[in-house]
């Protein structure tokens, strides 16, 4: 396995996820090979229709994060 790559932007950074919607629960719980690249394993319980997902795992990031944009 390679190492897990982040992409600084003017916004912040990228961090490549594979996440799976309709779990039992929200949670980050691995790293693994995706294709050309290691990505950060995620679940969240919404749904995969009309970005609920991607939303919720942005959602829970943020309530997560301890961090703060600098400026």
Do not use: C, H
């Not at 912040?12 to 950060?40: H, M, N, Q, Y």
């Amino acid at each position: 396995m390679s190492e897990l790559k982040l992409r600084r932007t003017r916004d912040g950074v990228i961090l490549p996820v594979r996440l799976t919607p309709k779990s039992a629960r929200d949670e980050i719980f691995g790293v693994a090979d995706f294709g050309e690249e290691t990505v950060l394993k995620a679940r969240v319980r919404a749904l995969p229709e009309q970005s609920r997902a991607n939303e919720a795992l942005s959602a829970w990031s943020r309530r997560g994060s301890r961090y703060r944009r600098q400026r």
